[in-house]
């Protein structure tokens, strides 16, 4: 059983995307000019970038999408210590694309690292006809709870109120933003929010009042500054969930 191909394919088609009310925090908002860009536009076309690895018994692992700047690096960098290997050799092969370059511990080598690995668990299930879940060591409960993304329009009300479903679709609450630190760049949620903790606090309770029904809200700490899940407001934290933490 040997890998017989690495390949990155791109996919597009028509599709309704409405413009987003606001954008995630990023690394450049330090800089308050730069924290002042706006959110993303609509479009009325997805494009996504897949990486999918094929193996001799023609069952392929398939992951996506990816970046598009890791394409190169899987291709050119990664594909050679893959092909012809036993895809079971997880170990291994991981190690070998960790040691291929002593720049693949972050950035892009690291996520180029990761599409393949990830295509690498799907070949591997398909391969031996189990869930991946089985493979890295079965599952720990029998539900996990989802939560339903309101990044991009967390602030909209009519949109917490209307949601995707609520928990009749089985999600237990909204994802939302934690806004910036005001000390540091401006507010970037609108006059609905405010700015600092009292906009977080302020944000919280508004979609308290309209999606109530839902068991609690997920804070996503996409936070450039280190401790950022320690600074959040105790009456901000009680009753939230980390959907994320990125610093």
């Known amino acids: 059983m040997k890998v017989t191909q690495v390949r990155c394919f791109e996919v597009s088609g028509p599709a309704t995307v409405e413009a987003s009310e606001e954008r995630q925090l990023q690394m450049l908002d330090v800089y308050p000019e730069l924290a002042r860009r706006g959110p993303g536009g609509g479009a009325d076309r997805v494009t996504g970038t897949y990486v999918e690895v094929a193996a001799d ?105 209307a949601g995707p479903g609520g928990r009749r679709a089985g999600f237990q609450g909204p994802e939302v933003v934690l806004p910036p630190r005001p000390e540091r760049r401006p507010a970037r949620y609108g006059a609905q929010c405010g700015d600092g903790a009292r906009g977080a606090r302020g944000g919280r309770a508004k979609h308290r009042d309209h999606a109530g029904r839902l068991h609690g809200l997920g804070r996503d700490l996409h936070d450039p500054h280190v401790g950022a899940d320690r600074r959040i ?11 994320g933490s990125h610093q």
Do not use: N
């Open 57 to 161: 018994e023609g069952a392929t692992g398939l992951f996506g999408p990816i970046f598009p700047e890791t394409v190169p690096i899987i291709l050119a960098k990664l594909a050679g210590h893959v092909v012809g290997q036993d895809p079971l050799a997880f170990e291994r092969i991981w190690d070998v694309l960790y040691r291929q370059d002593r720049h693949a511990r972050k950035g892009y080598e690291m996520m180029a690292i990761s599409a393949v690995d990830c295509a690498l668990w799907d070949l591997r299930g398909k391969l031996l006809g189990l869930p991946v879940y089985s493979l890295l060591g079965g599952p720990t409960r029998p539900p996990v709870d989802c939560y339903a993304s309101m990044l991009g329009h967390s602030l909209d009300l009519g949109l917490v109120r």
């Open 233 to 243: 407001p105790p009456a901000l934290d009680g009753g939230t969930r980390a959907a």
